[in-house]
């Protein structure tokens, strides 16, 4: 377990570090420079540590078999003030952070494939297990922690996306609910819910055969 730890809080505090800095660099081009300013368009990890989502969360869940692995890092802030169009714009950022986890996922299924292939052709560039295992959890952290994000429950980025479909009225009584956003996320995972919003996930995987 100490094992799977060591691996997969590294790949973990990766991945939330470009899914943040994904909202950072989208809000950028969309005419908002606040990430950029505060210094948090960047890979290094301290600026966006949080002692709990980042490191804390992740190891309960392992070590508590929860059978799945996510966390956050510390949000990139956003002006939304900035955006030309609010609602579309706001949308796109979160979308942004759920999307580079997925381009992670792809990538690290892609090189998984291309090394296995590579050796099944007598070619010595093979995988080493440590660096198997390394792509394999890239894989799965980066598929959980893009579908997990998607969730539209405030402050989760799927809420961003939601919001933009909603008639105006609808979409400010709906922001309104982020100020309770971690006990209602908190209590979703308490009540099992977060076990029914990845069984899609899993059913894909399954599926195709990755899973």
């Given at each position: 377990m100490l094992a799977d730890a060591i691996i997969i809080v590294p790949v973990l505090l990766f991945s939330v570090i470009v899914h943040e800095n994904?909202?950072?660099?989208?809000?950028?081009?969309?005419?908002?420079p606040t990430a950029a300013r505060a210094g948090r368009l960047t890979l290094n990890p301290l600026p966006h540590i949080d002692p709990f989502m980042t490191i804390l969360l992740p190891?309960?869940?392992?070590?508590?078999?929860?059978g799945v692995v996510f966390g956050g890092a510390r949000p990139v802030p956003i002006n939304p003030l900035y955006f030309k169009k609010f609602r579309r714009d706001s949308a796109l950022v979160g979308l942004a952070g759920p999307a580079s986890n997925a381009a992670l996922a792809v990538a690290s299924l892609l090189l998984i494939y291309t090394?296995?292939?590579?050796?099944?052709?007598?070619?010595?560039?093979?995988?080493?297990?440590?660096?198997?295992?390394v792509l394999s959890y890239s894989f799965m952290i980066n598929l959980v922690l893009?579908?997990?994000?998607?969730?539209?429950?405030?402050?989760?980025?799927?809420?961003?996306?939601?919001?933009?479909f909603l008639p105006p009225p609808l979409?400010?009584?709906y922001a309104r609910m982020e100020r309770y956003g971690l006990f209602l996320l908190?209590?979703?995972?308490?009540?099992?819910?977060?076990?029914?919003?990845?069984?899609?996930?899993?059913?894909?995987?399954?599926?195709?055969g990755i899973y």
């Open positions: 994904a909202h950072g660099y989208v809000a950028l081009l969309l005419g908002d190891l309960m869940l392992i070590l508590s078999h929860s090394f296995d292939a590579l050796g099944a052709s007598g070619n010595p560039a093979t995988l080493t297990g440590a660096v198997y295992r893009g579908w997990f994000n998607l969730l539209p429950l405030p402050p989760l980025d799927g809420s961003r996306v939601l919001a933009y979409a400010a009584r908190f209590a979703f995972i308490f009540v099992g819910g977060i076990s029914l919003w990845m069984k899609p996930l899993f059913w894909m995987l399954n599926t195709l």
